[in-house]
């Protein structure tokens, strides 16, 4: 049976699994969807047609589901869908998506929010990210698999970061972030590749080794579109090379993070 603190406010059309923990002074909305083995320490709002998924745990003062930061919402009927196995911590808030953006903010599993995050409305946020303190993703960012996001760095909205990206503290993106990329500055500029965090992560020396000499190519001019084929051709078995260029392919409104001049070797 779920507990809950006499202190908090739950509605009885909440639907909460098993084994679930409601601390004290929590606010649970009539639309929300709290799996097995969440734990709301104290203070949390969970509001609207928001889902939770198992094993989550979230901590006090944060604010789950309330309606997007978006002038063009009118009350329409959006979602918030957070994975399993996240930790959220103080002071994050998280919004659901808006007609315009699909109807829909989706955060994946295993990842850690340290204080203050905030994730807007219609962003899509891989697994296993780390978004550290105050961290602010405006809306329909999408953040891929394991991407790390240093303290106070802010993402405009509609940029892309992929999978294993590390933006440094206090980073201002407001351009796409290639798989594997590091960034860092106001404004953002590409410093190299995370290799830090590839090797952290397991992956083979002659993926890395293949990842950096496709770095060179593709920023030795100014044209990277015109690299592409090359480096297509000249790194065929490299899985970590497809998924940079199968990325920068992909439609995107907000261009591509570049190194500064000198800076692509």
Known sequence: MPSIHPTAI?????????????????????????????????????????????????????????????LKYHGEATRL??????????H????????????????????????????????????????ANNVLMGGHVVVGDCAVLGGGSAIHQFVRIGNHAMVGGMSAVESDVIPFGSVIGNRAKLAGLNIVGMKRRGFARDEIHALRNAYKLLFAENVVAEQLETIEKTFPDSTVVREVVAFIRADSSRGLCRPTDGDAA
């Open 10 to 70: 739950v509605d009885p059309k909440a639907d909460l699994g098993h084994s679930v923990s409601i601390g004290p002074y929590c606010l649970v909305g009539p639309e929300v969807v709290l799996g097995d083995g969440v734990e709301l320490v104290s203070h949390v709002i969970v509001a609207g047609n928001t889902t939770i998924g198992a094993s989550t745990r979230v901590f006090s003062f944060a604010s789950l589901g309330t309606v997007p930061q978006d």
């Open 81 to 90: 869908v957070i994975g399993a196995n996240n930790t959220i911590r103080e």
């Open 92 to 131: 994050v808030t998280m919004n659901p998506g808006t007609e315009g953006g699909g109807g829909l903010t989706e955060v994946g599993a295993n990842n850690l929010f340290m204080i203050g995050t905030h994730v807007a409305h219609d962003c899509k946020i891989g697994d296993g990210i780390v978004a």
